[in-house]
Antibody, heavy 119, light 106 residues
């Protein structure tokens, strides 16, 4: 069974950073991209970017290039996303989701991590 | 960025047929996918590459289209289909989603 297990909810201060994790199991970690998706409360889905865990190559949506940093650890089958200079606009649920290389859909999804930015 | 425009919220009765549309601002070949999201849950892949049923998804769901116009059809609709449906394209970077169509049952 494929599972993407994400870390727990975060309450963070404005201006700080947060790093959330996504541990994959049930498939070969290096055979799939890991993507990250943002969903603000009662709103739609926004693609942040993707990482190729096999070589660490990343692609970001323009608006997240200075906000998000994606990394992956092959030894533990875990992907990470760090969000920096947090503001209230970053309050959202963040999903990790994996898809095969190429222009593939998002086959598997984590349960989501709620990040709340508040003083 | 490729903008995906979805039909607005829909309300249908169980047993009826419903079609949800998604129009892309530029061609995406057949690389359009559909997801179902229920409140408090992660999205779930229903249809990939316009018309292919994802594993474990009931045959009541089907997809069609190519280029810029795509449709997700549910026939017949069941009570459990109450959810928001998103289209998503993976042909152009950045990948983009539609705003979602909320399906309610009468």
């Amino acid at each position: 069974e494929v599972l993407l297990q994400q870390s727990g909810a975060e309450l963070v201060r404005p201006g700080s950073s947060v790093k959330i994790s996504c541990k994959a199991s049930g498939y070969t970690f290096t055979d799939y991209y890991m993507h990250w998706v943002k969903q603000r409360p009662e709103q739609g889905l926004v693609w942040i970017g993707r990482i190729n865990p096999a070589n660490g190559n990343t692609v970001y949506a323009e608006k997240f290039k200075s906000k998000a940093t994606l990394t992956a650890d092959k030894s533990s089958n875990t992907a990470y996303m760090q969000l920096s200079s947090l503001t209230s606009e970053d309050t959202a649920t963040y999903f990790c989701t994996s898809g095969r290389y190429g222009s593939s859909p998002f086959d598997y999804w984590g349960q989501g991590v709620m990040v709340t930015v508040s003083s | 960025d490729t903008v995906l425009t979805q039909s607005p919220a829909l309300a249908v009765s169980p047993g009826e047929r419903v079609s949800i549309s998604c129009r892309a601002s530029e061609g995406v070949n057949s690389y359009m996918h559909w997801y179902q999201q229920k409140p408090g849950q992660q999205p779930k892949l229903l249809i990939y590459k316009a018309s292919n049923l994802a594993s474990g998804v009931p045959a009541r769901f089907s997809g069609s289209g190519s280029g810029t116009d795509f449709t997700l059809t549910i026939d017949p609709v069941e009570a459990d289909d109450t959810a928001t449906y998103f289209c998503q394209q993976s042909w152009n970077d950045p990948y983009t989603f539609g705003a979602g169509t909320k399906l309610e049952l009468k």
